[in-house]
């Protein structure tokens, strides 16, 4: 039934009316049908919306049928997305990974096509390409500057369809492979900033000089920055979700997923990264609180602290208490948070190293991330490089003489 709705498609589309209809059966099969039943394919995905379109007034020379990851995009302007495109002759489609063009267009504006470029060829360089494409889709009669041609440089990977040559069992497994690859790209961005992760992958040439203050002003800007608004600027409707560290061994998608330090906004991320922290330690004592109290341990409740407001010399932001055995010990929480959905690498200090050094199992590492949508945690407890791998990314400079 499917193959049957492309193959109509490809048969009828070019029918002599110029205009689109909604009453007439190709519109139906196009906008209706066949969202409705790739849909009913992937009937489980509440996260994933399929959308036809012909063009709106006058029909389009290159219809196409879009999937939408909505965490990240709901239109065919902004985003990565998977689209199945029609070529202009009929003579076949393609299902492709793909991007909005606008915000390109929006952002680099005449290097739109270069920024693409750049795009494409870093997502190709980190998917496991298996049966797909990599070859430049060529969807017929395109120019540069049209709508066609902008189709066809954001395309990352495709599979063709000739026309004829397809039924529903290669649509279907086919479209569950590119899902795949498009689940993978998802589990690696930080949603909340897709246009930030776009810029770190084109190599910047702006020549625009940041805007620079002195060392104390800076300072001073800061420490004003961070005061918190009324003691207690935070929604604590969220509860922390206890999971299982994920173990990424793929080493893909760094540019994408590890933070980033630039010369710019340093007061802003200051601030950021200060109500992240402080929310996510704010939501660890929380947990604590409770986990107290499943214990059995609700006498403890009262006598958890939360030293890091007092000091940040203290290697750790929490101190609480733990049952091991029949003995009840004191542990000492370090909570390192952050907002990106997937479980990013984090840093930590040498005082915080050596401080998991000294106390051994009582030493505890609380990770938290997703803060802001849905948030988990996971502890391990032990010195810290027992659990992690540590990579020095700055050094303390003293000249030698």
Not at 103 to 119: G, I, P, S, W
Not at 238 to 247: C, F, G, H, M
Request: net charge neutral.
């Amino acid at each position: 039934m499917i193959a049957e709705k492309f193959q109509y498609i490809l048969d009828h589309y070019i029918d002599g009316n110029p205009t689109v209809s909604s009453s007439s059966p190709i519109y139906s099969a196009l906008v209706n049908e066949l969202p409705a039943l790739l849909k009913e394919k992937h009937k489980f995905r509440k996260d994933l919306l399929f959308k036809g379109s012909m063009g709106q007034g006058n029909k389009t020379e290159y219809p196409w049928l879009c999937v939408f990851n909505t965490n990240i995009t709901r239109g065919a302007r902004y985003g990565i997305y998977l689209v199945y495109l029609f070529r202009k002759d009929m003579s076949g489609f393609y299902l492709a990974l793909s991007q909005g063009v606008t915000y390109f267009e929006e952002m680099y504006q005449r290097k739109k096509y270069d920024a693409l470029k750049t795009v494409v060829k870093y997502f190709r360089s980190q998917i496991d390409i298996g049966s797909l494409s990599t070859d430049p889709i060529n969807l017929i009669g395109t120019r540069r500057g049209t709508l066609g041609y902008g189709y066809e440089v954001s395309t990352i990977v495709s599979k063709f369809y000739a026309t004829n040559s397809f039924n529903d069992e290669m649509i279907v497994n086919d479209l569950n492979e590119m899902l795949s690859i498009y689940d993978e790209i998802y589990r690696h961005m930080n949603v909340d900033s897709y246009k930030e992760i776009i810029n770190r992958i084109v190599v910047s040439t702006s020549t625009s000089k940041t805007q620079m203050m002195k060392a104390d002003e800076a300072i001073e800007a800061i420490k004003t920055s961070l005061e918190p608004v009324d003691g207690q600027p935070y929604d604590f409707s969220k509860q922390l979700r206890e999971v299982s560290p994920y173990i990424d061994t793929s080493k893909k998608y760094r540019e994408i997923t590890n933070p980033i330090i630039r010369k710019v906004d340093y007061i802003k991320k200051a601030k950021k990264d200060a109500e992240t922290g402080y929310l996510g330690e704010m939501m660890v004592l929380e947990y604590e609180k409770k986990r107290l109290e499943n214990l059995g341990l609700g006498e403890y409740i009262d006598k958890v602290e939360h030293v890091s407001v007092r000091s940040d010399g203290f290697g750790y932001d929490i101190e609480s208490y733990d049952l091991v055995g029949t003995e009840i010990k004191k542990i000492y929480i370090e909570v390192k948070t952050t907002s990106n959905k997937v479980d990013i690498p984090f840093q930590v200090s040498k005082g915080e190293v050596d401080k998991s050094k000294e106390l051994k199992k009582q030493y505890f590492i609380y990770r938290v991330y997703d803060i802001n949508k849905d948030p988990k945690m996971y502890r391990v407890s032990g010195q810290i490089e027992e659990h992690f791998d540590l990579d020095p990314i700055t050094y303390l400079a003293k000249y030698k003489g």
